[in-house]
């Protein structure tokens, strides 16, 4: 039973590692995180379509914005889980789903208390451990996100284009990987490990915060 708390707590640190950024504007631009033989396109300077650091901070600042779905997956197993995120809040509750190595979990927060699902046996418990209010907070600062320092520009990753927007979360990397010209974001690799971004959006089913009817309440 603790394993599977674990493995939560492991998933929602990865989703609050991509999601929460500490940098201060007085800190140097990174270098761009990019395999050696994946090096940075050259290309001719032309007036760039955004500022600096416009797109990453735009994410940001949409993340702290509820309604919000975020879906996030990874096959990387040094980011702590394996598999699909998918995190719903709208500003008071929230629901963060697992679904890893065939295994389907969720923590939810609703009402002002936590709870965790497990879908195998049918169960679920509560949580005293805060990872979801947590969480929200971290979220809900980022809708002011700024003053941050970046290094950008256009490279090769696993042989498509990208334009990346890199900066620094403590002592590692994260750069941020868009479609070339766009504002869309495609990927987030933290210390060159890739997290899939499926979207982001404001798209909440209904019910999605509720606990599901016919589990058994179990006290761990």
């Not at 997956?73 to 509750?93: A, I, P, R």
């Not at 963060?96 to 936590?114: K, N, W």
Request: glycine share 8%; charged share 25%.
């Amino acid at each position: 039973m603790q394993d599977h708390c674990k493995r939560l707590a492991a998933a929602l640190c990865a989703l609050l590692l991509s999601v929460t950024f500490s940098c201060c504007s007085e800190s140097e631009p990174p270098p761009a995180q990019v395999a050696p033989d994946e090096a940075p396109v050259s290309a001719e300077p032309s007036a760039p379509l955004f500022s600096e650091g416009e797109r990453t901070l735009s994410v940001l600042r949409r993340l702290g914005t509820a309604p919000l779905c975020l879906r996030l997956s990874t096959s990387s197993e040094e980011l702590f889980f394996s598999g699909e995120l998918t995190l719903y809040t709208d500003g008071e509750n929230a629901a963060c789903f697992l679904e890893t190595d065939g295994e389907r979990l969720a923590s939810l927060l609703t009402g002002g208390d936590e709870w965790v699902v497990r879908y195998g046996d049918e169960t679920y418990y509560k949580s005293g451990d805060g990872y979801l209010t947590d969480l929200l907070e971290d979220l809900s600062a980022l809708a002011d996100a700024d003053g941050y320092a970046f290094d950008c520009g256009e490279t090769i990753y696993e042989g498509a284009s990208y334009d990346y927007e890199s900066f620094m979360d403590g002592e590692r990397n994260v750069t941020l990987l868009f479609a070339p010209d766009t504002a869309e974001l495609m990927l987030a690799l933290i210390d060159r490990e890739a997290i899939d971004v499926l979207e982001i959006s404001g798209d909440i089913p209904d019910g999605v915060f509720d606990l599901p009817t016919g589990f058994s309440l179990i006290h761990p």
